[in-house]
């Protein structure tokens, strides 16, 4: 067995989320649940097909975001493996719904930071361990850090 780490790439730092699925229905359900959960969502969809002709298989409602996962799923070619990048809105806006897809077995992360895939690779296939998801901590927050932290939310829409 060989373990290598896949940087995901994304150079506009845009929103993602890594997850496994188990059914080639995926594709379709996934799209489905971006659509119904967000009106006028922008997201690109790449599945990773574990069987039969092991395609990576896509959707999306916006082209460049299709092919940023394309390209990404490409090169982790991990099982039943998926890749959403989504524009103008955010992983909190979809997670539970996406949790929700029958499909959907497991989420590794929901990031707009640099995440690097660990995966391992057998005379069988490929498979994604984990995740590295940005930065080491440098410390622990203090109350001028909480107080920015509050502030953030509220200005963002997400607290009152």
């Not at 990576?56 to 991990?78: C, E, F, H, M, Y």
């Not at 440098?138 to 607290?159: N, P, S």
């Amino acid at each position: 067995m060989e373990i290598t780490l896949v940087p995901i790439k994304n150079p506009q730092g845009l929103n993602m989320i890594l997850g496994m699925s188990h059914f080639i229905k995926t594709v379709e359900d996934v799209h489905e649940a971006m659509v119904n959960t967000v009106p006028g969502a922008k997201f690109g969809l790449a599945f990773c097909e574990a069987s039969d002709a092991c395609l990576i298989r896509t959707t999306g409602t916006d082209p460049d975001l299709v092919d940023l996962a394309t390209q990404n799923a490409l090169a982790l070619s991990a099982g039943h493996s998926f890749i959403l990048f989504m524009r103008d809105m955010f992983p909190i806006n979809v997670v539970n719904t996406l949790q929700n897809v029958p499909e959907v077995v497991r989420l590794f992360c929901a990031s707009a930071n640099p995440v690097q895939a660990i995966v391992a690779q057998t005379e069988q296939g490929r498979g994604i361990l984990g995740v590295v998801d940005g930065f080491a901590s440098k410390g622990v927050e203090g109350e001028e850090d909480k107080a920015k932290r509050a502030k953030l939310l509220r200005m963002i829409g997400y607290k009152f």
